[in-house]
Each structure stands twice: as structure tokens, then as C-alpha cells.
């Protein structure tokens, strides 16, 4: 009995060095991907939402139906969306270089991030609106709400807590593509992951880094179902 | 107040609308009439815009609805108030955020004071700060009635506005609304399949069927004396009996106070059989039905002597209700 603690021990003890010693690298990952995920959401929120926005304008049965325009923002919003994220990330690099200059780091990793999700966001908030009844759209427009007024106090509002539960859904689908953003240079958990665990061999490593990302999966799905319990 | 003339819709090849015409007086309310997909609530979008039309006329208080666009519409729209039988209520406000929406949405000024005053109307006011989620049904169309009002609109529109309530609760919004025609002087164009809610609340109606006009006229004369095609859908919900002669009394307030039923059956001396009876209330006047069965031997002799007392009657048909009505 004795035997095997101290095995064990002998046994933890490079283990919990080589922790010691990676805990830089695997906080300053962490730091990568906490900044590459927080900032694609909240620009790929930020295009999503005006394309949702004008989705649900121009959808035929929306508030100034534009059949022609809604079917070429259907298109695109299903092209952007059927790519695999890895090929995107590769083809619009001469885009990223473009905007931020190199295509290298996790802030080259953003532009990719968004435009993958963009068109995601996109289509979720339009389902948010799609499900705001529609008879109190009807009741504003009998009241003589403008389309703007009907964006703005009807349908948005009514549709916020749905696009906050839809948050965490965009959040943690990009914690995951940030993953694969790491391989070509990105930074962050996931590229971690695969130096240490795939590459090198090191599990130990690779398990860190996955508690990690499980713990950040926790965090934002708990911070967005307790923030839809309070606007519900 | 409301005119429309020679109107027609169409939904694509689907004509839902055919020349329908009527006029709504001021401080009226007026009904219309019909079973679901008689394209009722598509007649009444037609009034405040929410529906265009391809063919006739609709003038609200004194502007063709048809010529108006964009601000002009919406101010239009303001002087209308709708309820509807879903109560489009939103959900996530509370009482006095859904009064006042209207009224944001024009900025008009003191809302606080003019919601109590409506939350006050509608008997809700101590609710004020409730979500519209936990209000039973008459709550939540008594919020939307109280909404309809927030602008000072000159008409009211229903939509089904008791479809979805209980008997009750039913009665107690036609009780409201009928004190709003009445102490707001509103007019009121309320769009039903309840028979009991026309002849409670409506002077005049208009009935409907898949698109075209059945009646049209005074309510109490109406259902004094229906047309052939109206009897067919105000049917009494009785089981007539198969032999004899069913007929089908109706007593107004002066005829109801005499024993004319029994007075007839000792000077006739004869018999029958009573198969229903009920009393209705039409506006303020309450009306006593009874439908009797006669043995075709005495058939003639009771006729005549209801032809003779100038009483309302009708023969009922055990295929076809209501074959002819005579006074």
C-alpha cells in the first residue's frame, strides 16, 4: 500500500514540473483564444445582425417584401456557409493580409472567424425574428408603426432573450473553429493541443488544454442561460 | 364613419371578398357575421389598410383608404383601434409598457397619466406593473383594449376579439365594450362566428359566406326574420322531432307578456309537444323562443291562428331549418 503511493508519486512528480513548467505557455493560449473567440463574436454579431436584419426586410412575407434581393441573400448566406471552415480559412488569406496586414497570429485569425460566422449569425437571428408572433407585428402596424419602429420596438425586443441563448451557440462554435485556426499559425488552446499532445506526444498537455476549452464551453453557456432567464 | 362600396379581393385566382358594400354609422357597432374563412377579419383589414384590395371603395371617416401611403396611412391608422383574438399582445412587457406602446410610438405626451386612466377603464389598474404572461385571457384583451384606446381612436376594430374566451369572460368584455360605445361615443366594428356576441352587442350587421354577403340590415329585424340563405347558417342547435310540424315561435317583449301559447291550445283544443325553448338577448331587449311540434292534422288550424294573433313564426324543415317566416 505504502509501495504505491510513493510510486505514484514518483511517478506525478515530472508531470506536475512539466505543468509548472508550460503553465506560461498554456495562460498565454488560453489568453489567444479568449481574444480570437471574443472578438470574431462580437463582429460576426455585428454583420450577422444586419444581414438579419435585412433578410427579415426583405423576406416576401417580411415588412418591405423584396423577393429578388432576399434570394440573393439566401445564397450567400447558405454558399458562406457550406464551405468547410479549413478551406475558407486558406482562401481569403490574400483578404486577411489585406485587412490586418499579416496572416499570421490569432488577430489574422479573426477576419476568417467572422466571415465563417457571419453568415451563420445570420441565419440564426433571422429564425429569432421569424419566431416573434406575428400578430403582435400585426398590432404594432394598426397602430401605424413605421418598419423602422417595428425593427426597433417590436421586433428586436421581442426577440432578444432567443439571439442571447444564440450567442453562446455562436461563441462556443467559434471556440471550436478557433481550434483549427491554430494550425496555421493562429495561436490559442487548440493549437496547443495538437504541438504538445498530436505532434510531441505530450497527453498531459492536451489534456490541460481540453479542461480548459470544457471550462469555457461551461462558462458561456451558463453566463447566456442566466442572462436569458432574466430578459425572458 | 366606415364606407365601402363594390368591394372585391382576391388571393391569386381566389376571390375571398365579393361586392360586399355597407356603411357603419357613427357610434355604432356593427357586426360581421360568418363562419371561418368567410373572409371577415380580411374585410376588416381592408378598413385601417392592413389589406389592399383590387377592386371598389373604402372611405374611413371621410378619406378613400386606398389613396393613402406611408405617413399618411399610419395617421390614419393611429384613429383606428384594433383588438385581436390572439390579444398580439408583447409578451416580455408588462401591463402598463403594452398600454403605452402606442403612445411611444407617437410620442404623445403625459402617458403615465393616460394609462392609469385606461388601466382604470378597463379594471386592471392595480396590475399595472404585472407581466402580460401571468393575466388570465379576459386580462390580456382587457391590456388590449385598454392599447386600442391609448391613442383616442374614433373606431374601434375586433377582431374575434371573445373567440378565445369562456362563456364568462366573454359576456364581461361585451359589458366593457358596450360602455365604451356608449360613455366614449367609439364606434365599433367587431368581426365574429359568435351569434350570441352580434345579437348582445350589435345594432346592425353584416353576414357573410366564403366571400359574399348573405344579410345585411338591423340585427333585431334579423333575426326576426332571416332570409332563406341566414336561417341556414343560424341554426338552432335542437333535435326536431320527425313527425308532426316543427315550428318556431318568437315572442318580442310586448307578445311576451301574454299567455299565448296556452291561450292558443285551450281555444284551439289541441295538442303539442314543446321541443326547445330560450329566451335571448338582442341589445337591450330580451326575446323568448320556443319551438313547438304540431300534428299535421292541426297544422293549418295553429297557422291560422298565429297569422291571426300577428305573431313571428317560422316552419321548420327537419332537412332544411326555416322555410319561410311571416308575421
Known amino acids: 500500500m505504502h509501495e504505491t503511493i510513493i510510486h505514484l508519486g514518483a511517478w506525478a512528480e515530472p508531470l506536475w514540473t512539466r505543468f509548472l513548467e508550460k503553465l506560461p505557455e498554456i495562460l498565454q493560449a488560453t489568453w489567444e483564444t479568449l481574444d480570437m473567440v471574443f472578438l470574431s463574436t462580437v463582429f460576426s454579431m455585428f454583420f450577422g445582425f444586419i444581414l438579419a436584419i435585412w433578410m427579415i426586410v426583405t423576406n416576401p412575407l417580411g415588412l418591405r417584401p423584396c423577393p429578388a434581393v432576399y434570394r440573393v441573400l439566401d445564397f450567400v448566406v447558405n454558399l458562406l456557409r457550406s464551405f468547410p471552415f479549413i478551406i475558407l480559412l486558406i482562401a481569403i488569406i490574400p483578404i486577411t493580409r489585406f485587412i490586418v496586414g499579416t496572416s499570421i497570429g490569432s488577430a489574422a485569425a479573426i477576419v476568417p472567424l467572422t466571415v465563417a460566422a457571419a453568415p451563420f449569425v445570420a441565419r440564426l437571428i433571422e429564425t429569432c425574428f421569424l419566431e416573434v408572433d406575428r400578430g403582435v407585428i400585426e398590432a404594432a402596424r394598426s397602430f401605424g408603426a413605421s418598419n423602422t419602429q417595428i425593427i426597433f420596438r417590436v421586433l428586436i425586443p421581442e426577440a432578444l432573450p432567443s439571439i442571447v441563448l444564440n450567442v453562446a451557440v455562436v461563441a462556443i462554435t467559434l471556440l471550436g473553429y478557433s481550434a483549427m485556426a491554430g494550425t496555421v499559425g493562429g495561436g490559442g488552446l487548440g493549437d496547443l493541443a495538437v504541438r504538445y499532445g498530436y505532434n510531441r506526444f505530450q497527453v498531459d498537455i492536451m489534456v490541460y488544454a481540453v479542461i480548459i476549452l470544457c471550462i469555457l464551453v461551461l462558462l458561456i453557456q451558463g453566463v447566456c442561460n442566466l442572462l436569458y432567464k432574466v430578459l425572458r | ?327
Open chain 2, 1 to 327: 364613419m366606415i364606407h365601402v362600396e363594390h368591394l372585391h379581393k382576391w388571393y391569386g385566382n381566389r376571390e375571398v371578398l365579393h361586392d360586399i358594400n355597407l356603411h357603419v354609422s357613427e357610434g355604432e357597432i356593427f357586426g360581421v357575421v360568418g363562419h371561418s374563412g368567410a373572409g371577415k377579419s380580411t374585410l376588416l383589414r381592408c378598413m385601417n389598410g392592413l389589406e389592399s384590395y383590387q377592386q371598389g371603395k373604402v372611405t374611413a371617416m371621410g378619406v378613400d383608404v386606398a389613396s393613402l401611403s406611408g405617413t399618411s396611412l399610419r395617421k390614419l391608422q393611429s384613429s383606428m383601434g384594433m383588438i385581436f383574438q390572439n390579444f398580439n399582445l408583447m409578451a416580455r412587457k408588462n401591463v402598463f409598457e403594452n398600454v403605452a406602446f402606442p403612445m411611444r410610438l407617437w410620442g404623445a405626451p403625459n402617458i403615465k397619466e393616460r394609462v392609469n386612466e385606461l388601466l382604470e377603464l378597463v379594471g386592471l389598474a392595480k396590475r399595472a406593473m404585472q407581466r402580460v404572461q401571468n393575466l388570465s385571457g379576459g386580462q390580456k384583451q382587457r391590456v388590449g383594449i385598454a392599447r386600442a384606446l391609448a391613442l383616442n381612436p374614433r373606431v374601434l376594430l375586433c377582431d374575434e376579439a371573445t373567440s378565445a374566451l369562456d362563456p364568462k369572460t366573454t359576456m364581461s368584455i361585451l359589458d366593457l365594450l358596450d360602455d365604451i360605445n356608449r360613455n366614449l361615443k367609439l364606434t365599433i366594428v367587431m368581426v365574429t362566428h359568435q351569434m350570441e356576441v352580434v345579437k348582445r352587442l350589435c345594432h346592425s350587421l353584416l353576414m357573410l359566406d366564403r366571400g359574399k354577403t348573405v344579410a345585411s340590415g338591423v340585427t333585431e329585424e334579423l333575426f326576426l326574420s332571416p332570409t332563406k340563405e341566414m336561417s341556414k347558417m343560424v341554426t338552432d342547435e335542437y333535435t326536431l322531432l320527425k313527425s308532426g310540424t316543427n315550428i318556431r315561435l318568437m315572442f318580442p317583449r310586448d307578445i311576451s307578456q301574454q299567455s299565448i301559447i296556452t291561450h292558443m291550445a285551450r281555444s284551439l283544443d289541441i295538442d303539442f309537444s314543446i321541443v326547445g325553448g330560450k329566451l335571448e338577448r338582442y341589445l337591450d331587449d330580451v326575446f323568448g323562443f320556443l319551438i313547438i311540434n304540431v300534428p299535421d292534422a292541426h297544422k293549418d288550424a295553429v297557422l291560422g291562428y298565429l297569422e291571426n294573433h300577428h305573431l313571428y313564426w317560422q316552419v321548420l324543415d327537419n332537412e332544411e331549418a326555416g322555410s319561410c317566416m311571416r308575421r
